[in-house]
């Protein structure tokens, strides 16, 4: 059975928080990835960029929706999230948009939990953490790769 190790790609291209979005789009795009981590000085994980998180920045401000109840508006949606929102519409650094509490695992992780992973948090990128450093990371080709008898990581 194959674990994280076996099938992580080491030499991981990161940015930090205070990447320009502009910047880690183009790194997206050039590499195809689907998502960056993004690390401190010190190697440790902050979060990760992904496509979708970028995407974001394309849509309409949500206006939001209330209804009356005995003359008073009452909010269908909470405003700290209305504020996440636009925070992310608005960004220009990799801070203000990336998702800071990302799922990972860790070098030993099995094939099948990576797979069981990705498909319930709907992600395509996950860290590999070692003591809460960055020493890998897995996106959805690798797992198919495995797939593939003979198949050459790239």
């Not at 674990?3 to 979005?21: F, G």
């Not at 319930?120 to 897995?138: A, C, E, R, S, Y």
């Amino acid at each position: 059975m194959f674990k994280a190790k076996d099938i992580m790609t080491k030499e991981v291209i990161t940015v930090s928080p205070e990447t320009e979005i502009t910047q880690a789009a183009k790194l997206l795009l050039e590499h195809h990835f689907n998502g960056l981590p993004v690390v401190d000085k010190e190697g440790y994980l902050k979060g990760i960029i992904c496509q979708e998180d970028l995407i974001v920045q394309q849509k309409q401000i949500p206006m939001p929706s209330f209804f009356t109840l005995l003359d008073g508006l009452i909010p269908l949606k909470s405003y700290k999230s209305l504020e996440k929102e636009v925070a992310k519409i608005a960004a220009t650094t990799v801070a203000n948009a990336m998702a800071s509490d990302p799922v990972t695992i860790n070098p030993e992780t099995e094939l099948e939990d990576i797979a069981t992973l990705m498909v319930k948090h709907n992600t395509h990128t996950l860290p590999v953490l070692d003591q809460g450093k960055l020493v890998g990371i897995i996106g959805k080709e690798d797992v198919l790769r495995t797939l593939m008898p003979g198949e050459k990581k790239k």
